[in-house]
């Protein structure tokens, strides 16, 4: 019989391998994980014009009237090491008003 010492600190390591697998599929919703593909983007794209460019956001937000995409792209640093970049895309009565890194409500032209 095993005892239970060994078997808990087991469970743990395979939820927690399994857990950064799936950080890694959720975190590169970009196809080909390309930021590159931004530059297709320009101002006054409605939002299926986008979806289609870029895929499905990973999450949407909303507030006083603007809706924002939000995309990432797993990049590598000056260090070498592979870091989560955010990308986002703003909309403003359905068209984009702002796109790229870092991209927030701050950057609506509006506010």
Do not use: W
Request: proline share 6%; charged share 20%; with cysteine.
């Amino acid at each position: 019989m095993k005892k239970p010492g060994k078997i808990i600190p087991s469970i743990i390591l395979i939820f927690g391998l399994s857990a950064c697998v799936s950080l890694r599929q959720t975190a590169m919703p970009l196809p080909g994980n390309d930021p590159a593909l931004f530059n297709q983007l320009q101002t006054g794209m409605s939002r299926t014009e986008v979806i289609r460019v870029l895929g499905k956001p990973m999450t949407t937000s909303h507030s006083l009237g603007a809706e924002l995409f939000h995309y990432s792209c797993v990049e590598k640093s000056a260090y070498g090491n592979e870091i989560l970049i955010g990308y986002g895309v703003l909309f403003r009565d359905g068209k984009v008003v702002a796109f790229g890194r870092d991209i927030s409500f701050a950057d609506d032209p509006r506010h």
